[in-house]
């Protein structure tokens, strides 16, 4: 049969937590988040191109951006004006606001 799956190369989420020493319960959580593994009945499975995978997803990420633009100001007027015109329209609009009884 061409389409044979070989058993002999999988592992169980106990087994591969045990060899990384982190949680079953972790190595569980990558593999379901990443729909990384097979599930028999109550039994999950982790076959060989699923191990590479969660190793992938668990490697640290750069927080480096290299095309994002620097936050801060951008020397971009305000949309609504000079800071005293706005102070000006919002006790413009508090003012109409209020009640009186």
């Known amino acids: 049969m061409p389409n044979q799956l070989d058993l002999s190369a999988h592992t169980t989420p106990e087994q591969l937590a045990r060899h990384l020493g982190v949680s079953e319960r972790l190595v569980r959580s990558w593999a379901r988040d990443l729909g990384a593994r ?9 076959l060989a191109d699923h191990v590479p995978m969660i190793l992938d ?11 994002a633009a620097k936050s801060g100001t ?9 800071y005293a015109a706005v102070v000006a329209l919002r006790k413009k609009q508090a003012s109409n606001n209020l009640v009186t009884t």
């Open 57 to 67: 997803a668990t490697r640290p990420r750069s927080t480096h951006s290299t095309g």
């Open 74 to 82: 951008t020397g971009a007027p305000s949309p609504g004006g000079e």
């Open 38 to 46: 097979c599930i028999l009945g109550k039994r999950m499975l982790l």
